[in-house]
């Protein structure tokens, strides 16, 4: 199977920044989500309708930096299905995306167990699939595979254990590779955490 050295060097960066001595103070506990969310591709085209399909999402992170109680910094790594339905010049279908994310948020809790978060979202495209009159084509080729993101959220946690968010992610970066088409990347979704706190 052929090894892709973006993805190796972002799962390699992932684990490296999870091992380094950065915290300031508190545990490092680890913590997995997963939820389903709004995906939807936004268009500079008039003639071409996107609509918003559910995908989903399921990653793990950890918090590598803490300034005080309430401030932190985190690193996480997912893997989510993107994409969109779409209508253009009479003709419709979809177009799904799986992306491997890797979040950088810069996140502050709020005493009563209110938090919010912001950050940077570096990605990258495993596949993209076109599926049109029942027939469905490769599309991996003719969109960038490095893709950016600002993940923006807030949420709740309930206890040390378990917690719920709200992430809206817009993209940045262009999807189409000669950049002719000025499509970005656009998921709003809710998920689950899970702490593995004592």
């Not at 690193?75 to 253009?88: P, R, V």
């Not at 978060?117 to 490095?146: C, S």
């Not at 968010?165 to 189409?176: E, F, K, N, S, Y």
Request: proline residues 5%.
């Amino acid at each position: 199977m052929k090894k892709n050295p973006i993805l190796i060097l972002l799962v390699c960066g992932f684990l490296l920044i999870s091992q380094t001595g950065l915290l300031l103070s508190q545990e490092r506990v680890p913590y997995v989500y997963a939820g389903v969310h709004k995906s939807s591709i936004t268009s500079s085209d008039p003639e071409t309708s996107w609509k918003d399909p559910i995908g989903f999402q399921a990653g793990v992170g950890i918090p590598v930096v803490f300034f005080g109680d309430a401030l932190s910094i985190r690193a996480e790594i997912n893997g989510s299905l993107q994409g969109a339905k779409w209508e253009d010049y009479g003709y419709s279908g979809r177009t799904d995306l799986w992306y491997v994310n890797v979040p950088l948020t810069l996140r502050y809790r709020f005493k009563m167990g209110l938090f919010a978060e912001a950050g940077v979202q570096p990605g990258y495209l495993l596949t993209a699939k076109d599926k049109y009159e029942g027939e469905t084509e490769d599309y991996t080729e003719f969109l960038n595979r490095f893709d950016i993101g600002i993940p923006l959220g807030i949420g709740y946690e309930f206890s040390k254990n378990l917690a719920v968010g709200i992430r809206a992610v817009p993209g940045i970066t262009t999807l189409d590779k000669d950049g002719g088409e000025k499509d970005h990347n656009l998921i709003i979704g809710l998920r689950v955490i899970y702490t593995f706190a004592k």
